[in-house]
């Protein structure tokens, strides 16, 4: 039953890649591939871009629900080239997952995890740019198609330059500030962290997103993730609201109140 | 004609203000109300009653007024970090103080320039949140817990009107739009608002929001966005929250009509108005005109990531009630 399972997926995938060398995009009004609409990842990347087995989260209370599924690898190769150094940073950072995960504080999600936690993203194509509108926390980012800008002071959600492979849609992110992780397995990048993201729309419902990652500071070369993004299809679908910051308000200052 | 010809011929025209008074359309045919329009500071909420229904200064006030911002400019410019006391708030050089207007109040309904008068219920409200200690506002000092300290403090949100009504910082606004959709982002608090236009019925009643849920449609030029289902724990004021003077607390049952018009090249006629019959006795209207400048680059606010305000706030009040027992 498994075999036919991963079988069945094979030639989704094999499917989906065939038709993404036929399929032309609908165009938006400057006469580029129109990528717009409400996006989500369907995938256990956001708890572990490598391959995972089935798993108890970080928190016993909350039973099954809290717990993790098990997931194949996005990373091609299927492992993240740390250094030995970097490696050990990352185990203690899924030790201390409950309290440190910046998705447990609510903080932006930066890139490229904001592409693929379990929350809608919504893609609008302006002509003062590309809007990535995301519900968790409110992130966002406007991608610069004009004339490369340089990056400024560090943020959460990089300084983002994009421009046209044909049908893809590149978009060169750096000045983050290495602060945000890469899933609730304690990943992460470094202040060197630069990302270079492709969207691809393959199908009317699909895109595909790829992310070469690189930062000398904590890998030994660049690495890849790749995976597809679903659209959305419900009737009316929007971005709703997840203003979490009252939700992590306990774990973060609990300790400080008034016994 | 190509897609791409249309959006050249388009940018030209954008690029000639006042084109024979016509507003800029999109490639798509819709009112281009595109840019970054940030607020200014500096016209007060509410009119001094002393103005009475007058909405504009004389030149004799006018004049008068510059003079200070001169002044204050002079003062702001001379003074540094260093010779400021140590505190939470910015040194005087920081502060946007903005550019001096005519403008007498945000408010240009009632004709007074003033809040109408809450209703009795939301007096008692008022009165009695929190077991009498009322909503949290500017901090006093109590600090027993972080929900002491209002969502500004907290870096929840400002809300829709918060968000756009222009303070001493991060008064960044920057329109986009799309066929079918706007973005209105604002720098406070890094919000993006997608609105649709379709004419798609709001959410649930059942679904509350901060930002509430927003429907644009277009009146001849006008952008026009009707905003419902909000939550009942925001605030509509200059600060966030229930600052002395602030609007303050409204209710989940607040319906906001935000009306947008480009009035020339680079104003934004920005509207408002403020429907919620539990909290206030009369529908009010704000008008905030918004200057078109291209080189204001709107950064990323991440409030709530770098609050260490509030830890500091917390600890610092657990820390003077350890010293009151030794």
């Given at each position: 039953?498994?075999?036919?399972?991963?079988?069945?997926?094979?030639?989704?995938?094999?499917?989906?890649?065939?038709?993404?060398?036929?399929?032309?995009?609908?165009?938006?009004?400057?006469?580029?591939?129109?990528?717009?609409?409400?996006?989500?990842?369907?995938?256990?990347?956001?708890?572990?871009?490598?391959?995972?087995?089935?798993?108890?989260?970080?928190?016993?209370?909350?039973?099954?629900?809290?717990?993790?599924?098990?997931?194949?690898?996005?990373?091609?190769?299927?492992?993240?080239?740390?250094?030995?150094?970097?490696?050990?940073?990352?185990?203690?950072?899924?030790?201390?997952?409950?309290?440190?995960?910046?998705?447990?504080?609510?903080?932006?999600?930066?890139?490229?995890?904001?592409?693929?936690?379990?929350?809608?993203?919504?893609?609008?194509?302006?002509?003062?740019?590309?809007?990535?509108?995301?519900?968790?926390?409110?992130?966002?980012?406007?991608?610069?198609?004009?004339?490369?800008e340089?990056?400024g002071?560090?943020?959460?959600?990089?300084?983002?330059?994009?421009?046209?492979?044909?049908?893809?849609?590149?978009?060169?992110?750096?000045?983050?500030?290495?602060?945000?992780?890469?899933?609730?397995?304690?990943?992460?990048?470094?202040?060197?962290?630069?990302?270079?993201?492709?969207?691809?729309?393959?199908?009317?419902?699909?895109?595909?997103?790829?992310?070469?990652?690189?930062?000398?500071?904590?890998?030994?070369?660049?690495?890849?993730?790749?995976?597809?993004?679903?659209?959305?299809?419900?009737?009316?679908?929007?971005?709703?609201?997840?203003?979490?910051?009252?939700?992590?308000?306990?774990?973060?200052?609990?300790?400080?109140?008034?016994? | 004609?190509?897609?791409?010809?249309?959006?050249?011929?388009?940018?030209?025209?954008?690029?000639?203000?006042?084109?024979?008074?016509?507003?800029?359309?999109?490639?798509?045919?819709?009112?281009?109300?595109?840019g970054m329009w940030p607020?200014?500071?500096?016209?007060?909420?509410?009119?001094?009653?002393?103005?009475?229904?007058?909405?504009?200064?004389?030149?004799?006030?006018?004049?008068?007024?510059?003079?200070?911002?001169?002044?204050?400019?002079?003062?702001?410019?001379?003074?540094?970090?260093?010779?400021?006391?140590?505190?939470?708030?910015?040194?005087?050089?920081?502060?946007e103080?903005?550019?001096?207007?005519?403008?007498?109040?945000?408010?240009?309904?009632?004709?007074?320039?003033?809040?109408?008068?809450?209703?009795?219920?939301?007096?008692?409200?008022?009165?009695?949140?929190?077991?009498?200690?009322?909503?949290?506002?500017?901090?006093?000092?109590?600090?027993?817990?972080?929900?002491?300290?209002?969502?500004?403090?907290?870096?929840?949100?400002?809300?829709?009107?918060?968000?756009?009504?222009?303070?001493?910082?991060?008064n960044g606004?920057e329109?986009?739009?799309?066929?079918?959709?706007?973005?209105?982002?604002?720098e406070?608090?890094?919000?993006?608002?997608?609105?649709?236009?379709?004419?798609?019925?709001?959410?649930?009643?059942?679904?509350?929001?901060?930002?509430?849920?927003?429907?644009?449609?277009?009146?001849?030029?006008?952008?026009?966005?009707?905003?419902?289902?909000?939550?009942?724990?925001?605030?509509?004021?200059?600060?966030?929250?229930?600052?002395?003077?602030?609007?303050?607390?409204?209710?989940?049952?607040?319906?906001?009509?935000?009306?947008?018009?480009?009035?020339?090249?680079n104003?934004?006629?920005?509207?408002?108005?403020?429907?919620?019959?539990?909290?206030?006795?009369?529908?009010?209207?704000?008008?905030?005109?918004?200057k078109r400048d291209d080189r204001y680059q709107l950064l990323?606010?991440?409030?709530?990531?770098?609050?260490?305000?509030?830890?500091?706030?917390?600890?610092?009040?657990?820390?003077?009630?350890?010293?009151?027992?030794?």
């Amino acid at each position: 039953m498994r075999n036919l399972v991963h079988l069945t997926i094979a030639a989704a995938l094999l499917t989906v890649s065939a038709a993404a060398q036929t399929y032309r995009p609908p165009r938006a009004p400057d006469g580029h591939a129109d990528l717009s609409g409400i996006y989500e990842a369907l995938n256990t990347a956001n708890w572990d871009l490598e391959d995972h087995s089935p798993q108890p989260g970080p928190m016993w209370q909350t039973g099954a629900i809290g717990s993790e599924p098990a997931g194949e690898s996005v990373v091609e190769g299927g492992t993240i080239p740390y250094k030995p150094e970097a490696l050990e940073k990352k185990k203690a950072n899924f030790a201390n997952r409950r309290v440190n995960d910046p998705e447990a504080k609510c903080y932006m999600p930066g890139i490229p995890r904001a592409n693929y936690m379990p929350f809608p993203f919504q893609i609008v194509q302006t002509p003062r740019g590309i809007m990535f509108v995301y519900e968790f926390a409110s992130a966002n980012r406007l991608v610069n198609m004009g004339k490369p800008e340089e990056a400024g002071s560090d943020t959460w959600m990089g300084t983002n330059n994009g421009h046209w492979e044909g049908d893809t849609l590149v978009v060169d992110v750096t000045g983050l500030n290495g602060l945000a992780w890469f899933d609730r397995a304690g990943d992460f990048g470094g202040k060197q962290l630069h990302v270079v993201e492709r969207f691809t729309r393959v199908d009317p419902y699909h895109l595909n997103y790829e992310a070469t990652i690189e930062d000398p500071t904590v890998f030994t070369r660049p690495w890849k993730i790749s995976m597809p993004l679903y659209r959305r299809v419900e009737k009316n679908a929007q971005l709703l609201e997840f203003k979490c910051v009252e939700f992590a308000e306990e774990l973060l200052y609990g300790q400080f109140k008034k016994k | 004609m190509s897609a791409r010809f249309l959006f050249l011929l388009f940018t030209i025209g954008a690029l000639l203000p006042g084109l024979s008074g016509q507003v800029p359309k999109t490639p798509w045919g819709d009112p281009d109300l595109q840019g970054m329009w940030p607020g200014n500071m500096g016209v007060p909420l509410q009119r001094p009653e002393s103005l009475g229904t007058r909405a504009t200064l004389s030149d004799a006030e006018f004049a008068q007024k510059e003079a200070q911002a001169k002044k204050q400019a002079q003062a702001d410019s001379q003074s540094t970090a260093a010779s400021d006391s140590v505190g939470i708030g910015p040194p005087s050089y920081w502060v946007e103080r903005g550019k001096p207007t005519r403008q007498t109040s945000l408010i240009v309904d009632p004709p007074n320039g003033r809040l109408p008068p809450l209703t009795p219920e939301e007096q008692k409200l008022r009165k009695e949140a929190r077991g009498g200690k009322g909503f949290p506002g500017e901090w006093r000092g109590e600090a027993n817990s972080y929900d002491d300290l209002n969502i500004y403090y907290r870096c929840i949100t400002r809300g829709v009107l918060g968000s756009i009504i222009p303070v001493v910082y991060n008064n960044g606004n920057e329109i986009l739009q799309a066929p079918g959709v706007v973005i209105i982002r604002n720098e406070m608090i890094h919000e993006a608002r997608v609105i649709p236009l379709d004419g798609r019925p709001h959410v649930s009643s059942t679904i509350r929001q901060y930002m509430g849920d927003s429907r644009g449609h277009w009146e001849g030029n006008t952008l026009v966005i009707e905003t419902t289902n909000f939550t009942d724990k925001d605030a509509i004021g200059s600060n966030g929250a229930g600052y002395p003077g602030d609007p303050g607390h409204h209710s989940a049952d607040l319906k906001l009509t935000e009306r947008l018009t480009r009035v020339d090249a680079n104003t934004l006629n920005y509207q408002a108005t403020i429907d919620d019959p539990k909290t206030w006795t009369r529908p009010w209207t704000l008008l905030i005109p918004l200057k078109r400048d291209d080189r204001y680059q709107l950064l990323e606010y991440a409030c709530h990531e770098g609050n260490i305000a509030m830890g500091d706030i917390l600890s610092g009040a657990r820390a003077d009630e350890q010293k009151k027992t030794e």
